[in-house]
């Protein structure tokens, strides 16, 4: 018998932007972002079976979760995966996938692209391609621009498209980083991320210090310090399409939040909290009007 191991199970986390700017738009129609991306204790699972069909997905919810907003599975980012792993390592296998959804679908959190990512990485694991992570990110920017920050892991930087990926902090930091505390909640609308980069227009970003504060409060473990340094370009415009979303804002720092930002391009904000005890006084005080969920950030890979 040998060792090959035929199925493996990943964790796909959501990542939040603790800094969203929107540098300009750029030849090819996306934009050139900065963005200080983390990863939070909320995630999806996945089950990752080597066939020797054609690739499959299966999805279960958990409750909170619309599955309705999920979409022909055929075309989901998960197969897309499987099949670009095919294809460029040139393996004949297929994989079957069982996807236990908890990161709310079309939340601004990537969740699509963190379970592109752990398909990436399971399958480089379970058909053992002693593969570069440097080269599953290349793969992974084809797929999405969020994805190389969540097969690389821990805070990163993010820029240009996506694509450019620095881990934080830079090496002249070198304190240990702690975890943040944080509620994420979300009005149970989906957002198009299209539609909302769409509506952008150039403003005030320009301002070089808004990632390079948060990277020093991140650093400093300063959690006051992060809730002052929060920037999404994208919130006003998000905020002004969708009162529900506004209100949940306000909802959070109502509730004793520290600072509150939208994330990414939405639907989902968040809030800092001083610690987990606070942050489950908060949740109390929310109550069950609005989806919400207590995490943590993972800040190291
Ligand atoms: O890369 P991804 O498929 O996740 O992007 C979704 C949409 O978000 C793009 O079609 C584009 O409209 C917008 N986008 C952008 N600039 C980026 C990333 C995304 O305009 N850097």
Redesign the pocket.
Known sequence: MNGRRTSITVAARAKINLTLEILGKRSDG??E?RSVVMPVSLCDRLVISTTQAEPALSVLGAPGVDLSQIGDTKHNLVLRAVKLMQHHFGVKSGARIQLHKRIPIGGGLGGG?ADAAAVLLGLAELWQLNCPRAELMALGAQL???VPALIHGGVVLMEG??ERVKPLPPASLTTSLEPFWLIIANPGIVCS??KI?KKWRAGLTNGPNFSHNMTLSICNGDVAGVAGALYNDLQGVVFACYPAITMAAEQLRAAGCLGVLLSGSGASVFGLVRDQAHGNEISQNLGSGLWHVLVHTCPVV
Request: net charge neutral; aromatic share 16%.
């Open positions: 996306y934009h972002l692209s999405g621009s969020d498209r996506g991320t299209p980069f």
